[in-house]
């Protein structure tokens, strides 16, 4: 007994610390900092000034911030409506017996494994491109002029553009989590269905929609969490000085941190902790509604 | 009962005729058209990148034959080969070290009753939803101020912390299914617990570690974030901030040509290993959210 104790203690002691290292320390050094006021990153505490809830109040009258928040809360919700559905879509679809299955979920979630560098040059560069890109082509093939003229990387168009390319990757991504709950409904419930003559959506919406609840709660907070860090894309569609309508949070931190240009002038890191510790609460606020909303317990078979 | 068999067999071949094909026929077109668009792009942007910019722009692609000049100019005038040696360096290392720490913690917590366990697991999965933005500058303040910015190991132990909690995680349910006969048998034998773990139970658990290793191996491959703030210097940058850079600096030039071969380069390692092992990834995704 003596030798399993010493045995669990080293090996549990390094995965500890690595905690306390990257995550329990800092998070609880922002959080305590988002309540001060600090001018450089590196200044020790001793330099810090008390000014409460403070960056809080600056963040509320920062219009720029509240453009961020109010893009994130966009990308959320719209972004979330498209992937959820088409997702779902797809997940039907492949667990429906369609011949060729593997091959299908494995381009659909290729976008996923590719850096997203990678994948919004693609976007940016050429399927948004006004002169060859791909969009321009197949709307123009299709007879669609209206569509075909649209200026996709233009300041107007530049958030709609920038959601649509970041949900195009995404769906791969929950339709393989919608799948895995798929399969696991056992199959004679289909077949029941089937015999009593229930059509393929009254089976959708009477089987598979009820006994996917964890798993959509799962998906709804996973994406919170990815809408919420949500920073790449942004920088991709708007290098240098970024356009308002695709500032997030993320990049709205990182410019008042580590930035290096015009659009966020006043430095102040405990703001940025500020922004931190909003996002927190965002994250945990969404996951305690829908732990509410999705009360149902687990569903045993 | 055993009608009851028969009849589903019969409908099971039933399945296969062309009624049925006919009824999933939409459900055919639309996730071909999805996959055709994806064909579209990534195949584009390979023919793109043996092409000049100047055909790009007229569309009259290979006008003039290949070229694969383009590599060239991106892989040494634009310093790719670095980036992806040090890539390779900071993935490597890395994915070794996160299950060195990640599967000894996840077997104790697995297999052995204590007080603390269920805390410990929850506070590994909590770790899961904490945004990097509440980490990144307490991290930044206190590497730098011992001055170890811009080092090759400090980026390498950040990636190692930063995964442990998913990897212990995605490892517990793993370790969990495997029979414990081996372990007694092994305690008979007067074999110690540390030399059960490594020589019985991580052989055993090896799948469950090549699954999440791949899935790893994309994660940092892929990371940008850390790797901005952090390890910002030619000589330093992974694959994805390099490109960035590249990209920012090719539009000025001009030069699309060469900024879509150092698309395809960057797109191509994490490309070939799915296109080898995509059902080993796509089971370290599902068998990490499901059961969240």
Redesign the interface.
């Known amino acids: 007994m003596k030798?399993?104790k010493?045995?669990?203690v080293?090996?549990?002691v390094?995965?500890?610390l690595?905690?306390l290292?990257?995550?329990?320390?800092?998070?609880m050094?922002?959080?305590f900092?988002s309540l001060f006021y600090v001018e450089n990153?590196?200044?020790s505490v001793l330099k810090w000034r008390w000014v409460g809830l403070g960056n809080f109040k600056t963040l509320a009258d920062s219009t720029l911030f509240m453009q961020a928040l109010k893009n994130i809360s966009l990308i959320w919700l719209w972004g979330g409506v498209g992937v959820f559905l088409l997702s779902m879509?797809?997940a039907v679809?492949?667990t429906?017996?369609?011949k060729g299955k593997?091959f299908?979920?494995?381009?659909?979630?290729?976008?996923?494994?590719?850096?997203?560098?990678?994948m919004g040059?693609?976007w940016m560069?050429?399927?948004y491109n006004p002169?060859?890109g791909?969009f321009k082509k197949v709307f123009e093939f299709l007879g669609l002029k209206k569509l075909a003229e649209v200026q996709w990387t233009a300041p107007e168009m530049l958030f709609a553009a920038l959601v649509i390319a970041y949900s195009f990757g995404m769906v791969g991504?929950f339709m393989?989590?919608f799948?895995?709950?798929i399969e696991?409904i056992p199959p004679d419930y289909y077949?029941a269905a089937t015999m009593e003559g229930a059509s393929?959506v009254k089976k959708f919406f009477s089987i598979t929609l009820p006994l996917l609840k964890d798993?959509i709660r799962?998906?709804i907070?996973?994406w919170s969490?990815s809408a919420?860090?949500f920073?790449?894309w942004s920088?991709?569609f708007s290098?240098?000085n970024p356009e308002p309508s695709t500032v997030t949070?993320?990049v709205y931190?990182y410019q008042l941190?580590?930035g290096n240009n015009m659009v966020v002038t006043d430095r102040n890191?405990g703001a940025?902790?500020a922004?931190?510790?909003i996002?927190?609460v965002i994250?945990?606020v969404l996951?305690a509604i829908t732990t509410i909303v999705f009360r149902d317990d687990k569903i045993e078979y | 009962m055993a009608q009851k068999v028969k009849y589903?067999e019969i409908?099971y071949k039933e399945?296969t005729t062309w009624k049925?094909e006919a009824?999933?026929l939409p459900?055919?077109l639309?996730?071909?058209l999805?996959?055709l668009f994806?064909?579209?792009?990534?195949g584009?942007?390979i023919l793109?990148s043996f092409s000049t910019t100047k055909e790009?722009?007229s569309?009259t692609m290979f006008a003039t034959g290949l070229h694969p000049e383009n590599y060239v100019k991106a892989l040494f005038t634009h310093n790719v080969s670095k980036y992806f040696m040090n890539s390779l360096i900071y993935t490597l290392i890395a994915c070794t070290g996160i299950v060195?720490?990640?599967a000894?913690?996840a077997?104790?917590?697995a297999r052995?009753v204590?007080r603390g366990n269920k805390l410990?697991q929850s506070?590994?999965i909590a770790?899961?939803?904490?945004?990097?933005?509440?980490?990144?500058?307490?991290?930044?303040?206190v590497i730098?101020?011992m001055r170890l910015t811009n080092s090759r190991m400090v980026l390498i132990l950040?990636y190692?912390?930063?995964n442990?909690?998913f990897t212990?995680f995605f490892l517990i349910t793993f370790f969990k299914t495997l029979p414990y006969d081996f372990e007694e048998a092994a305690a008979i034998d007067g074999c110690?617990?540390?030399k059960t773990?490594w020589v019985i139970m991580l052989p055993l658990a090896q799948p469950g570690i090549i699954t999440v290793t791949i899935f790893n191996f994309?994660t940092v491959?892929?990371e940008?974030?850390m790797a901005l703030?952090f390890a910002n210097k030619t000589e330093l940058r992974p694959?994805?901030?390099g490109?960035?850079s590249m990209?920012?600096s090719m539009r000025y030039t001009g030069d699309?040509a060469g900024?879509?071969a150092a698309?395809v380069i960057?797109?191509l390692p994490?490309?070939i290993?799915?296109l080898f092992l995509?059902?080993k990834?796509?089971a370290g995704?599902?068998g990490g959210?499901?059961k969240?």
């Open positions: 030798k399993n010493v045995m669990m080293t090996f549990l390094p995965a500890i690595s905690y290292l990257v995550f329990l320390y800092p998070t050094r922002t959080t900092m990153i590196t200044d879509l797809f679809i492949l429906s017996g369609v593997s299908y979920r494995s381009i659909i979630y290729l976008p996923n494994v590719v850096s997203a560098v990678a040059t693609m560069q050429y399927v002169k060859f791909l991504y393989l989590i799948m895995a709950g696991r077949e393929v798993v799962t998906n907070v996973l969490i919420v860090g920073f790449i920088q991709i290098p240098l949070p993320m931190m941190v580590f890191v940025g902790a922004v931190g510790v996002l927190t994250v945990v996951f | 589903k409908k399945k049925k009824v999933l459900g055919y639309v996730v071909s999805w996959c994806t064909f579209l792009v990534i584009w942007i793109a790009i722009f569309d060195c720490v990640a000894p913690a077997y104790v917590l052995f204590f410990l506070l590994f770790a899961l939803g904490i945004p990097a933005i509440m980490i990144i500058m307490p991290l930044f303040s730098t101020s950040l190692i912390c930063i442990v909690p212990i110690g617990p540390m773990f994309i491959w892929n940008y974030f703030i694959v994805a901030v490109l960035y990209v920012q699309w900024m879509f698309v960057v797109f994490t490309f290993l799915y995509s059902e990834v796509i995704v599902t959210a499901i969240g």
